[in-house]
């Protein structure tokens, strides 16, 4: 029994390449599409995440320059209790 395994195993893996069929030309070409489409809107979604972040941190660093101004012009009551 054993024996007639092994015989069938080695029988389907030295026919194995005619049983998967050969990748035909149209089908690559439509997989090679897909992946271009694929990483071309990858890249996009990249740029705009990218793009979004650097508005939300230009926008950020200009609030944070408008507060540091103005607390700069205000009145410091901590360093009434500082002098030495």
Known sequence: MINRVSTTLNFMSKNL???IP???PEV???FA???TTH???HEVRSRSEFQSYCDWYYTTAEQN???LKRMR???NIF???RRR
Do not use: C, K, N, T
Request: charged residues 25%; glycine residues 4%; hydrophobic residues 35%.
């Open 17 to 19: 390449p005619y049983i």
């Open 33 to 35: 599409s897909y992946q």
């Open 73 to 75: 012009g205000e009145l």
């Open 65 to 67: 320059r408008q507060d």
């Open 39 to 41: 990483e071309f809107y």
């Open 28 to 30: 690559e070409e439509a």
């Open 79 to 81: 360093q009434w209790f």
């Open 22 to 24: 050969v990748a035909q």
